[in-house]
């Protein structure tokens, strides 16, 4: 390949060559990115924890307006993910135009943009993501405006709203990725894998709709859980990555199953609304997140260790296997959590099935999204 080729896309002055070598200057320089990272690291945290609050407030209570303390929450996660991308993207500029080559571990490989910009290519896809993310809540408030309350999640400013979040935990994924020789880099990426993990399971309820003998919810949960799974393994050169990605998002899935019912009851007491009569008390967005993930993650892991070895077509197969077990253990989670009887085999069967097509293709994809995440850093390509 020639070397025009190898540094396509990457902001001028910088080469594979310049950007590769890590020196004693490049570590300090990693070092210095961590606090910027940290703070992207908080807005996501925010984010997550408003939508866990907003969804639960939505079952429990009921319907809100836009200015309410789960929204701000919501609203300010994405406002610091969004300033500390800017800050990023300003601080690599200004240093390549004072001659120094931006280090790729600070938020990955560097990106020209407008030939203005020098944009480490993890902080630019968090920055789009909290700028659509604006953009959406200003029509989401024009939307409460014109209809007043709001008691869906699938509503189009709602829908606009979560992927935006969604690609700016991606662009949180590549900088802590890009760091992955770091300590701080290999937390922050088990941290943010998490992350995207729990708040990826609010997205698949725009699916609750669709009718027939799938189960449409099940099936995309375990489309979306095993994407992240295998690009998991598909990026770290050694095991762990996966199983570590489920632990962390056990964890959450924990944290949640408190703090959703107890800050959505306190909340209502302060403003003085009534919690509904029929309320279960169970965490919604909790319980949606698969409890069995740690299982299929070492499962998947095993399937990695011999497609490292050159076999590539397991990625594709132990996909189809996570799949179908996250598919149907799904159900019967369901039934479990919500106390009704866990449906017969034959109910079961058509999500099983669609969860191994579904995992099929998110074994292909994911592998590859692996081995593209590694190219956030071009000392690792």
């Known amino acids: 390949m020639a070397a025009g080729d190898m540094t396509a896309g990457i902001a001028p002055g910088i080469t594979r060559e310049r950007a590769a070598p890590r020196t004693a200057t490049g570590a300090a320089t990693a070092s210095r990115g961590l606090p910027t990272a940290l703070a992207l690291l908080t807005g996501s945290l925010l984010t997550l924890v408003g939508l866990t609050w907003d969804v639960q407030w939505h079952t429990d209570v009921g319907p809100d307006t836009f200015f309410t303390l789960p929204h701000l929450f919501l609203y300010a996660g994405s406002a610091v993910a969004g300033l500390a991308s800017l800050g990023a993207v ?3 500029t200004a240093g390549q135009r004072a001659g120094r080559d931006p280090d790729p571990v600070v938020g990955g490989r560097p990106i020209a943009v407008l030939r203005v910009f020098s944009a480490p290519i993890g902080y630019l896809v968090a920055g789009c993501g909290a700028a659509s993310f604006l953009l959406y809540g200003l029509w989401d408030q024009w939307w409460h ?6 008691a869906v999640i699938d509503s189009p400013p709602h829908i606009g709203l ?39 399971t609010i997205v698949v309820l725009g699916f609750s709709n669709v009718g027939g003998p799938v189960d449409a919810v099940s099936a995309a949960l375990s489309w979306l859980m095993v994407v992240l ?25 924990a944290v949640g199953w408190w703090f959703s019912p107890w800050a959505t009851h306190v909340y ?12 279960r008390g169970v965490p919604v967005m909790p319980a949606l997140m698969p409890m069995g993930l740690v299982v299929v993650a070492a499962l998947v892991e095993v399937f990695a260790v011999a497609a490292r070895r050159g076999n590539r077509w397991l990625p594709a197969v ?9 598919a149907g253990f799904q159900g019967v989670q369901n ?14 069967a058509p999500t099983v099935v669609a969860g191994v097509v ?7 994809v994911g592998w590859r999204f692996g081995r593209m995440l590694r190219l956030v850093d071009p000392g690792k390509a």
């Open 145 to 150: 405006g014109l209809y007043g309350f709001d």
């Open 268 to 279: 209502a007491d302060a403003v003085g609304l009534p919690i509904r009569d029929y309320i």
């Open 358 to 364: 579904l995992g099929l293709l998110a074994g292909f």
């Open 229 to 253: 799974v295998v690009t998991a393994v598909g990026f770290a050169r050694k095991p762990g990555l996966a199983v570590a990605l489920a632990v962390a998002l056990g964890i959450i899935q």
């Open 335 to 348: 039934a479990w959590v919500y106390g009704y009887a866990v449906p017969p085999v034959g109910d079961l």
């Open 318 to 326: 132990a996909g189809a296997l996570a799949g179908g077990l996250v």
């Open 90 to 92: 300003l601080a690599a």
């Open 162 to 200: 979560l992927l935006s979040v969604m690609a700016t935990l991606v662009g949180t994924v590549m900088v802590f990725a890009a760091a992955y020789r770091q300590t701080w880099g290999r937390v922050g990426t088990v941290t943010s894998l998490g992350i995207l993990a729990a708040f990826s």
